[in-house]
């Protein structure tokens, strides 16, 4: 990727057909923030689409702009979009299952794109090498991330000027994911 190459996850965010909307409230598709916690809340919290639907029936929270699970999908529709769920059927021939396994992935590439366009991450994200000392003679150093290791200084050195290093950790939080039975663990960098 270059950088200033590409459209900005905000100039995609700014230029789509609900912009007019995220003017006056930059919740939307959501009534505001509280809406938007509420939702968040329920698509982390691990309940079913019926538990959700049960509690979306409560009148305590019928004020919210959505009553049932598929109300809330439709709005999350339309949110901006994020690198898509891909899925590959696995066989070992060698190794035969009694279920078919297969493989929940976003591709890497598409998720850095995403990560590098998205100015909630400008801050968070390291670019370059650096050395932390535990003393001020900088006798002592500190090795805490991959990039203040000495292969991350040895791999600088021989990019090409105005290149850097992005390294990506592919690691599983283990997330449930249910397709009507069982329990599936996603791996990936985003």
Excluded at 4 to 17: E, L, P, T, Y
Excluded at 92 to 118: A, K, Q
Excluded at 122 to 145: G, H, L, N, W
Aim: hydrophobic share 40%; proline share 5%.
């Amino acid at each position: 990727f270059t950088f200033g190459q590409a459209k900005m996850f905000m100039d995609k965010f700014n230029n789509n057909q609900y912009s007019e909307f995220h003017t006056s409230n930059i919740h939307y598709p959501f009534s505001g923030k509280a809406e938007w916690e509420l939702t968040s809340f329920l698509l982390s919290s691990g309940l079913s689409m019926k538990k959700i639907n049960d509690f979306l029936k409560l009148e305590m929270v019928s004020l919210i702009l959505f009553s049932t699970t598929k109300a809330l999908r439709g709005r999350i529709e339309l949110l901006p979009e994020v690198p898509d769920w891909k899925v590959k059927d696995i066989s070992i021939p060698s190794h035969p299952t009694h279920e078919l396994m297969f493989l929940s992935y976003r591709d890497s590439l598409d998720c850095v794109e995403y990560l590098l366009g998205n100015p909630l991450f400008a801050d968070t994200m390291d670019f370059c090498p650096i050395k932390f000392y535990q003393d001020s003679e900088k006798t002592i150093r500190v090795y805490t991330e991959w990039l203040t290791r000495n292969v991350a200084w040895e791999t600088q050195s021989i990019l090409p000027d105005g290149a850097t290093l992005l390294g990506v950790i592919l690691s599983s939080d283990k997330t449930n994911i249910h397709w009507g039975q069982g329990v599936k663990y996603p791996v990936g960098p985003c």
